[in-house]
């Protein structure tokens, strides 16, 4: 039976595509898709059009989505028949993460242009962002028939197809992306990854080593590299230099201080891991996300205390987020801080009745009533 390396999730997360933020589609709406009579395009009705889209645009830029989408449905009833309408409904819907009513919309579009790889490359994109992994391959294929050399697409159906495990199709995806050079180099710690899922960590790291040698300001690149010599060889002097050098290029980066703290203190130097750990959180971004996302790697190497400290950060951030006080709990529990676990749980249990949330309700209740708190149901991280 094929057992899957443990650092490839690891891996998998650090190397993933960011599926590009669509920016060359102008904004619109999905609603109605009423296919009612087209109106005729008299002089006021162009006039009329011309001031909803201007509208639209400052709307979007003004961060309000809601409105603006309001005002390109009724921009959809004037000209049922301009594609670039359509295609700006979806791209609003994906700044808003409805992805499937952008699908619809992109849809629609497509079927008033069909050739057109902005639109058929942001559909993949939709359908990737929705794990519709079969119809994101297809979609990303459709952009490859069009232009073989849309290095976008070829990172795209290279994620997909891992997801469905074709670990070697996704890397021949990731190859031909290498091959038409693409700016950062990101596409090889994609490479490794996949290399990895194969059973060859041999290679993964030699490919990681080339990269760096490429690329040698993606900072990146050499955390990956880090991460892959701490996991699959014994070169932990190697790994220890790798993550320093990513820690010189990019000093804001959290997680390196993690990988570095993580690696100390299995050299059994827990003081000096530890101000690797509080430097993680000192330096990571003042937002809920990140205060949290910081404080779960921190709770996974069992850095309760550490990760106290992120999650009560996240708290004050977010102070009605009830998966904060939910998680601080856990920390807590997990310092034998006990009356302050059930304290934390109890503010998260209110903030769950306020949002109707049964199930969330239920959990904190089965801490406070004592069940075991390390079972994964309880975990709001797995």
């Not at 700006?88 to 499937?100: D, P, S, V």
């Not at 400290?309 to 310092?335: K, M, N, V, W």
């Amino acid at each position: 039976m094929h057992h899957r390396n443990p650092i490839v999730p690891t891996l998998i997360a650090l190397a993933g595509v960011s599926l590009s933020t669509l920016t060359t589609l102008i904004p619109g709406d999905t609603i109605p898709f009423h296919q009612g009579e087209v109106i005729a395009q008299t002089r006021n009705n162009q006039q009329q059009l011309d001031d909803l889209l201007r509208q639209g645009r400052e709307l979007v830029e003004a961060g309000n989505y809601r409105r603006a989408l309001e005002v390109y449905h009724q921009a959809v009833y004037i000209d049922q028949s301009n594609p670039k309408i359509y295609s700006g409904i979806g791209y609003l819907h994906t700044l808003e993460g409805n992805y499937t009513d952008a699908v619809q919309a992109y849809e629609y579009a497509l079927i008033l242009e069909p050739n057109s790889i902005p639109f058929q490359y942001a559909l993949a994109h939709c359908f990737a962002q929705l794990n519709r992994n079969r119809e994101a391959e297809q979609a990303y294929r459709q952009v490859l028939r069009l232009n073989v050399n849309h290095v976008e697409s070829h990172l795209g159906l290279g994620v997909v197809l891992t997801r469905q495990g074709r670990h070697r199709d996704a890397y021949r995806q990731y190859e031909q992306a290498a091959r038409l050079n693409p700016k950062d180099g990101e596409v090889y710690g994609m490479m490794a990854t996949s290399l990895l899922e194969q059973d060859r960590p041999a290679d993964a790291v030699s490919v990681l080593q080339q990269a760096t040698e490429r690329y040698p300001h993606n900072s990146r690149l050499w955390m990956q590299l880090g991460i892959f010599l701490m996991g699959t060889t014994e070169d932990q002097v190697g790994a220890i230099a790798a993550f320093n050098q990513s820690a010189r290029l990019d000093p804001s980066n959290p997680d390196v201080q993690i990988q570095l703290g993580t690696i100390l203190l299995g050299q059994g130097n827990a003081e000096e891991a530890r101000r690797m750990f509080y430097r993680a959180i000192s330096i990571a971004e003042d937002t809920y996300p990140e205060q949290v996302r910081v404080g779960d790697l921190l709770f996974k190497q069992g850095e309760h205390a550490v990760a106290i400290l992120a999650y009560r950060r996240a708290t004050q951030l977010i102070p009605d987020e009830p998966s904060g006080f939910h998680r601080l709990g856990l920390a807590l529990e997990g310092r034998s801080r006990k009356s302050e676990a059930r304290m934390a749980w109890e503010t998260a249990m209110n903030l769950y009745r306020r949002q109707n949330n049964q199930v969330g309700i239920e959990l904190m209740q089965a801490l406070l009533d004592g069940e075991d708190s390390s079972e994964p149901r309880f975990r709001p991280f797995n």
